[in-house]
Nanobody, 124 residues
Framework: QVQLVESGGVSVQSGGSLRLSCVAS????????MGWLRQAPEKEREWVAG???????SYADSVKGRFSISQDKAKNTLYLEMNSLKPEDTAMYYC??????????????????WGQGTQVTVSS
């Protein structure tokens, strides 16, 4: 069992910055794929960024150059640094993980473990 707890979501103005955190506990051994996904009201959940156990990262085109995913393995913590925020970034942001191998996918169905979400609201 893996537990994920996100934090850091707040309301900010357009152009602002935020850093989201996700602390993982439980079975966190071996290779893994972790990601940040988001869901806006009345929209499907979408993948934002991913990171593998070897620190390879990938991003959705909509956030490339503005968002940065990173990890602190000593703290079992995943981060999402968000800059130049836009109103369309408003969503509930979820941390997700798949342990037991370092293959990654941008499909929400790839991830068996999810956090409860943290709300990010960007006002214009």
């Amino acid at each position: 069992q893996v537990q994920l707890v996100e934090s850091g979501g707040v309301s900010v103005q357009s152009g602002g910055s935020l850093r989201l955190s996700c602390v993982a506990s439980g079975y966190t051994y071996g290779g893994y794929c972790m990601g940040w996904l988001r869901q806006a009201p009345e929209k499907e959940r979408e993948w934002v960024a991913g990171i593998q156990s070897d620190s390879r990262t990938s991003y959705a085109d909509s956030v490339k150059g503005r968002f940065s995913i990173s990890q602190d393995k000593a703290k079992n913590t995943l981060y999402l640094e968000m800059n130049s925020l836009k109103p369309e970034d408003t969503a509930m942001y979820y941390c997700a993980a798949r342990f037991g191998g370092d293959l990654c996918s941008s499909s929400p169905r790839w991830f068996p473990s999810w956090g409860q979400g943290t709300q990010v609201t960007v006002s214009s």
